[in-house]
Structure formats: structure tokens, C-alpha cells
């Protein structure tokens, strides 16, 4: 099983600043088979990027995902007041599929 | 516009069984894999399971192996997840999500909004 690392535990910024969440894998994640999810109190997970770096239906350019490997990266471009919300990223490259820890985007 | 509605929680006690149901409507089921997701109170998402569009692939959690069997009946546009041998850190929301294509890999793009399922004598 691919254990996913997310870091830092708690980002705590401004709205404006830029967020970068990182996401390590224990081993090389197939094909860069990476999902980013931003989940908010209440709600259910809401899908950002796939395949590390393409974003899904409706989501702004401010988000933006990179990486390859065993290491990924999500990126928040000036924070709007409603990206304050917990962040997780997923690997369906190989079964089972895994999710990281999540990492938490707080208002500074 | 896509709906997935999960049903079928509630409180069971330890080594009960329980069978969760994922109503689909608004999309075309049997052209899309579906997952289970499930988050115990206050932390993170785990995946539970997976299955293909004709349910000829399946696949689970590696704790959750041999207790858990997720199946679908296409003609009810309906996923299914009976849950055997309860216990108590089974505790959680329980979501129901459309995967990207029918078939490996794949990646949840619409998620319901959760059966709790609470394992308590």
C-alpha cells in the first residue's frame, strides 16, 4: 500500500498569500495518478485536480497542482476567504487506493 | 445534474452486519466506476472500496479485506456496501462517490453527503 505524507499539518496564512501543500509518497505513484480534494466543515470532499495537475469542472486557476514521482505539490494563488478549508491528496495509481492526512488551510 | 444519495447507517453494536445503499440519478450509472469513502468523526478520508462499471473489478482496503463487500445493481442505478463484523473504529460517514471512468484507474469526482454508521453495545 502507498502511504501518502501530507505537510505541513496546519497552514496558516492571509487572504491574498500563496498556499503550497505538499504530498510525498512512499513509493512512485503510477503515472502521476494524484487527486487533490478541498473538504469544508459539513460538507462532503469536493474534486480539484486530477492526474497531478489537471483541474476539474468549475475550478478556478488559482488552484494548481504539480509534481511527478513520489512528490506532489497543490498551490493556492491569492487566497480568497473561501479556500480556508482542510486540503487532501489521493493516489488511484495503484490498489488500494490511499489518501493522505489532509492538511489544514487556516485564516492567520 | 449528478445526485448520489447513501442510506442504510445507523447504530449497530460490535460483530452486528449492516448493509449501506447509494441511490444514483441524474448521469448514465453503468458507464462509471463508483467508490466508498469513509471519515470517522473529526479526521481524515479513507478509502474504502472500489468497484467497476460492470462490476467485473473490485477492490479494498487492506484492513478492511474480507469483511466488506461492495457490489451494484445497474438496473436500480444503485451501489451497495454490506459491512460484516463491526467494529467499533468502523464509526464513520460513510460517502458514496462516482468515479472518473468505468474501469482502473479511476478517481471520485461526485461524492454524496454520507450515511453515519455508529458501532456502539
Known amino acids: 500500500e502507498i502511504v501518502l505524507t501530507q505537510s505541513p499539518g496546519t497552514l496558516s496564512l492571509s487572504p491574498g498569500e500563496r498556499a503550497t501543500l505538499s504530498c510525498r509518497a512512499s513509493?512512485?505513484?503510477?503515472?502521476?495518478?494524484v487527486a487533490w480534494f478541498q473538504q469544508k466543515p459539513g460538507q462532503a470532499p469536493r474534486l480539484l485536480i486530477y492526474d497531478a495537475s489537471s483541474r476539474a469542472t468549475g475550478i478556478p486557476d488559482r488552484f494548481s497542482g504539480s509534481g511527478s514521482g513520489t512528490d506532489f505539490t497543490l498551490t493556492i494563488n491569492r487566497l480568497e476567504p473561501e479556500d480556508f478549508a482542510v486540503y487532501y491528496c489521493?493516489?488511484?495509481?495503484?490498489?488500494?487506493?490511499?489518501f493522505g492526512q489532509g492538511t489544514k488551510v487556516e485564516i492567520k | 445534474e449528478v445526485q448520489l444519495v447513501e442510506s442504510g447507517g445507523g447504530l449497530v453494536q460490535p460483530g452486528r452486519s449492516l448493509r449501506l445503499s447509494c441511490a444514483a440519478s441524474g448521469f448514465t450509472f453503468d458507464d462509471y466506476a463508483m467508490h466508498w469513502v469513509r471519515q470517522a468523526p473529526g479526521k481524515g478520508l479513507e478509502w474504502v472500496s472500489g468497484?467497476?462499471?460492470?462490476?467485473?473489478?473490485?477492490g479494498y482496503a487492506d484492513s478492511l479485506r474480507g469483511r466488506f463487500t461492495i457490489s451494484r445493481d445497474n438496473a436500480k442505478n444503485t451501489l451497495y456496501l454490506v459491512m460484516n463484523s463491526l467494529r467499533i473504529e468502523d464509526t464513520a460517514l460513510y460517502y458514496c462517490?462516482?468515479?472518473?471512468?468505468?474501469?482502473?484507474?479511476?478517481?471520485?469526482?461526485?461524492w454524496g453527503q454520507g450515511t453515519l454508521v455508529t458501532v456502539s453495545s
Open positions: 468497484i467497476s462499471w460492470n462490476s467485473g473489478a473490485s
Open positions: 462517490a462516482r468515479g472518473s471512468v468505468k474501469v482502473d484507474p479511476n478517481y471520485p469526482v461526485h
Open positions: 513509493q512512485s505513484v503510477s503515472r502521476n495518478y
Open positions: 489521493q493516489q488511484y495509481g495503484s490498489s488500494p487506493e490511499t
